[in-house]
């Protein structure tokens, strides 16, 4: 019996509730106020389950309920009560600031990516690598040309001593001295220390 009780009791807030959203799309403000009086409190609720941040929450709650006010007209008692179109409005508007939070952390995250200088300049870089070229060409045409060849075939070539010895066709003991005097002159002449 109290459940019947109770079941008539919503009915009729729910009929007034209606009845005031109807009012409220005529621009009734006192209807408003019963409106605000009635939802106010599970709208907020419904934004704090979403939302977790009471402020945020409180300031969806605000939206929603301004919402209300400016769309009342769009309630359709065909299509549902009002507390549960209203409840739908602040889900939908909650779940937006969600979205919208994360898509802002997002972009954030990407700016702040792309502002991240590289770790290196990369024309400083190619200018500092030619040189480099550059200078050990100088070097290596300061050596004999055996020792060229053999520096080239061994270090650029990726050749073994012996197959140096073969291409050169020299012996391996004179294509490992050229090669260990022609690394001492290049290490000389381009200052690294050895």
């Known amino acids: 019996m109290l459940g019947r ?22 621009g009734d403000r006192e209807a408003f106020d019963e409106v605000y009086g009635q939802l106010a409190g599970p709208i907020l609720g419904v934004a704090r389950r979403v939302l977790r941040d009471p402020a945020q929450a409180e300031e969806v709650a605000q939206e929603v309920l301004v919402e209300i006010w400016r769309t009342a007209s769009r309630f359709d008692a065909a299509r549902g009560s009002a507390r549960a179109w209203a409840l739908t409005v602040a889900h939908a508007r909650a779940v937006d600031r969600v979205r919208s939070a994360d898509a802002a952390t997002r972009r954030e995250a990407r700016a702040a990516e792309l502002m991240v200088e ?3 300049d990369q024309v400083v ?14 070097c290596l045409e300061g050596l004999t040309e055996l020792q060229r060849q053999s520096v080239t075939l061994a270090y650029y070539g990726g050749y073994t001593y012996s197959q140096v010895a073969h291409l050169l066709d020299t012996p391996l003991g004179t294509v490992k001295t050229r090669l260990r005097d022609g690394l001492a002159r290049l290490r000389d002449c381009l200052g690294v220390g050895g």
């Open 5 to 26: 009780a109770s079941s008539k009791a919503d009915t009729g807030e729910e009929a007034t509730l209606e009845s005031c959203l109807h009012r409220v799309a005529l």
């Open 118 to 120: 590289p770790p290196f």
């Open 125 to 138: 870089e190619a200018v500092e690598a030619r040189l480099d070229r550059q200078r050990v060409r100088h």
